[in-house]
C-alpha cells in the first residue's frame, strides 16, 4: 500500500515543470528548479509520520487554517515547516486524488522561481520532472487557486457572514434592551413626579387671618 501511494505522489509531483525527487532525512523530498522543496511524503514508520503516512505540502498559514478547520481528520499542521503555514495531509485511505493534485500545484507555485512561473504561465514548454520523458510536454499549471482552496475560502466567507449576522442581531438585541431601559427610567421619573404632586395636593392649606 505505502510503495503504491508514494509511487502514485510521484507521479503527480513529476509531472510539473522543472521539478525532480531528491531524498532528504530519509524521506523522497520533490523540488523546483534551484532545489527548493514543495512537497515531501512522511513515512508512517518514522518519527516524520507519527503512524500513518502523509505529505507535507507548502503552503500559506491562512491556506492552512483553512484547510483545517475544514478538514481536521485529513489536514494537519506537519511539525517542524507547520509554523511557517505548511500543511500535512494523510495519504491512508485517500479517495480524492484531484484535490491532492490542486494542492500540490499550489504548493509548486510557491516554490518556484518566477521565471519558470512566467514561462509556464506564457503557455511556453518548460522541461518536467525528471523521471518523466524529456520528449513529453510540459503540462501548464493553472494560475488559480486549488479546488480545495475555493471551498476553504467559501468556508471562511459563510462563517464570517454567520459571525456579521449574529454580531449584528447581538447589537439590535442590546440596543433594544437600552430602549427599555429607558422606557422605565421614564415611566419611574413620571410616576415619581405624579406622586409628589398629589402628595402637596393633599396636605392641609393652612387659613389666612
Not at 515543470?17 to 534551484?34: I, Q
Not at 493553472?142 to 471551498?151: D, F, G, L
Not at 430602549?179 to 413626579?193: L, M, Q, Y
Request: include cysteine; aromatic fraction near 6%.
Amino acid at each position: 500500500m505505502s510503495a503504491r501511494v508514494v509511487a502514485k505522489l510521484r507521479a503527480l509531483c513529476l509531472a510539473l515543470p522543472a521539478t525532480y525527487e531528491k531524498e532528504a532525512w530519509g524521506e523522497p523530498t520533490f523540488r523546483v528548479e534551484k532545489g527548493k522543496i514543495f512537497a515531501m511524503h512522511a513515512t508512517s514508520t518514522t518519527h516524520h509520520g507519527n503512524g500513518r503516512q502523509s505529505v507535507w505540502l507548502n503552503a500559506s498559514k491562512e491556506n492552512q487554517e483553512l484547510l483545517m478547520s475544514m478538514r481536521p481528520s485529513r489536514y494537519f499542521a506537519p511539525p517542524y515547516v507547520g509554523p511557517s503555514g505548511w500543511i500535512g495531509a494523510w495519504l491512508d485511505g485517500v479517495e480524492d486524488w484531484d484535490e491532492l493534485r490542486e494542492l500540490i500545484g499550489d504548493a509548486w507555485r510557491r516554490a518556484a522561481p518566477k521565471r519558470v512561473l512566467a514561462a509556464v504561465d506564457a503557455g511556453e514548454a518548460v522541461p518536467i520532472g525528471a523521471t518523466t520523458a524529456a520528449a513529453k510536454p510540459a503540462r501548464p499549471v493553472k494560475a488559480e487557486s486549488s479546488k480545495a482552496t475555493h471551498t476553504a475560502k467559501r468556508a471562511a466567507t459563510a462563517k464570517a457572514a454567520k459571525t456579521a449576522k449574529a454580531a449584528k442581531a447581538a447589537k439590535a438585541a442590546k440596543a433594544a434592551k437600552a430602549a427599555k431601559a429607558a422606557k422605565t427610567a421614564k415611566t419611574a421619573r413620571t410616576t415619581s413626579k405624579l406622586a409628589r404632586t398629589r402628595a402637596a395636593a393633599a396636605k392641609p392649606r393652612r387659613a389666612r387671618g
